[in-house]
């Protein structure tokens, strides 16, 4: 039998009063609260389930497939997989903006908060992928730093980016106590051991890599050391991992997808978790990987072609502006005037025209409609974003 199968997370009653009056009177007359005292996992002794070893065989197949169709590019494929991880990990927390919102953001607009935090996302992931297959560890400083970066322009956790929370805080249920709350995360005093415990089972290498990045996600979302940005340095922890383990090299695989198209099942998966089984979730997680992989293999191929499709559509001299655009909408598929200017070392004027030309075969679409401090985006980069989303939540059904 697996140790959590049969060892639920604990509760203990602890007073609770309110800092900031608000609420119902049941809210302000509150005293004391259940909180969550989660087991340590460092040495926990976990095997998969008999049941889920061919689903998640099957997933590290679909997985492997897609990291070695990425070896060809494996920076630019990184930064297209970990932008579709920002979105749709994002989305799960109704986070939501329109891919061109997405680009403009990308750009550096600002216009939209949500297409902001879905980029400040996509950096924190991208740190720590990075770092934990540069080094070889994960360490609690990659958390913090991820999440510094993503909450730092949150205009109410801001402040506290970056920074292991101090204050009680809880999921669902009022905003002013933990009454009726889904799941009330352990108390402030109790983190910081909880998350040095989870640092050491995240660096383990003789558990299956797919069940140590499901259950490590579980065991962070169910600590909530953080203010908020939880859910999405959570997600982030298993691409760190499987990078950390070598299950992907090139990229990643893009789980949050999945994850996203079933909700319900996944926030169900969390609730077994902390109730004594991983089973649910670490079989959603194979799940969403398979898929992932498959669909993300088609996607690594389709950009692998696009720009000889590109230069197919628009024949131009191999040092025309137009080509060295071309050549660099690869690995930057939203481009400002400037970053034109920079990569074609050409004049703003021959970019016009090199973007018109380029606008005319849909290679490219200006995201800003302004006719000064233009901002172009590679259609079908773009484009297969939202499409490689969209197999994977039909393939999830």
Request: aromatic residues 4%; proline residues 4%; without cysteine.
């Amino acid at each position: 039998m697996h140790i959590l199968d049969w060892v639920p997370a604990n509760v203990e009653t602890v007073p609770w009063s309110q800092k900031q009056r608000g609420g119902t009177r049941d809210d302000r007359m509150l005293s004391e609260m259940e909180a969550s005292v989660p087991p340590f996992i460092a040495d926990l002794d976990y095997t998969i389930p008999r049941d889920l070893i061919r689903t998640t065989e099957e997933a590290l197949v679909a997985v492997a497939g897609m990291d070695a169709a990425a070896a060809d590019a494996p920076a630019e494929m990184t930064r297209f997989m970990v932008r579709t991880e920002s979105v749709a990990s994002s989305k799960i927390e109704r986070v939501v903006a329109s891919t061109e919102d997405f680009a403009r953001a990308i750009a550096g607009s600002r216009g939209n908060e949500s297409a902001t935090s879905m980029v400040a996302g996509s950096q924190a992931i991208g740190m720590m992928i990075e770092a934990a297959g540069t080094r070889g560890t994960i360490e609690l400083e990659d958390l913090t730093a991820a999440h510094a970066v993503l909450m730092k322009e949150d205009r109410d956790e801001g402040p506290y980016a970056g920074q292991i929370r101090n204050e009680q805080n809880w999921i669902g249920g009022s905003d002013y106590s933990p009454r009726g709350a889904l799941h009330v995360p352990p108390v402030p005093e109790r983190v910081e051991a909880l998350l040095a415990d989870l640092i050491v089972f995240s660096n383990r290498d003789d558990i299956a890599a797919l069940a140590q990045a499901a259950i490590a996600h579980a065991q962070f979302e169910t600590i909530h050391p953080f203010g908020n940005g939880n859910g999405r340095i959570g997600r982030a922890l298993v691409g760190a991992i499987l990078r950390r383990r070598g299950v992907m090299r090139n990229t990643i695989v893009p789980v949050a997808s999945g994850l996203n198209a079933r909700r319900d099942d996944y926030f169900d998966a969390l609730t077994s978790y902390r109730a004594g089984s991983a089973a649910p979730l670490v079989s959603l997680m194979a799940r969403a990987a398979k898929v992932g992989g498959d669909e993300g293999r088609i996607s690594v191929e389709r950009i692998k072609e696009m720009p000889i499709d590109w230069a197919e559509r628009v024949v131009a001299r191999a040092d025309s502006t137009a080509s060295k655009i071309m050549g660099s909408l690869f690995s930057s598929p939203v481009m400002t005037l400037d970053e034109a200017m920079a990569v074609s070392s050409t004049s703003n004027s021959q970019v016009y025209v090199a973007m018109a030309r380029l606008e005319e075969a849909e290679i490219v679409t200006e995201i800003t409609g302004r006719k000064r401090d233009r901002v172009w985006a590679a259609t079908d980069v773009m484009a297969e974003l939202d499409d490689l989303d969209a197999r994977i939540r039909a393939a999830m059904r």
